[in-house]
């Protein structure tokens, strides 16, 4: 999800002419779901509340996906630690 997510933000960057490439659009989308920091890649100050936006974001996608994880793992360890079946959710 994070590898669509990031470069719909991007494009949108992009769009509102909030960076004047696409890469450099992505480096600033990736850095901001990801919490880290791109050196010399700011947004105007009138698009920062979108990169707030798009921090929260990352954060519920991570969250998302760790929950995903979690819950297809627990569903496949009784089969691949005693070979038996997975039970089928309820």
Do not use: C, N
């Amino acid at each position: 999800m994070h590898g669509l997510e990031a470069p719909l933000w991007a494009v949108a960057y992009v769009w509102l002419d909030a960076f004047g490439t696409l890469t450099d659009a992505f480096l600033s989308s990736m850095g901001t779901m990801t919490s880290v920091d791109m050196a010399g890649l700011a947004l105007p100050p009138q698009r920062q509340m979108m990169s707030a936006l798009e921090a929260v974001d990352g954060l519920l996608l991570f969250g998302i996906s760790t929950a995903f994880i979690f819950t297809v793992m627990q569903q496949l360890w009784p089969m691949l630690s005693h070979g038996h079946p997975a039970k089928a959710p309820d």
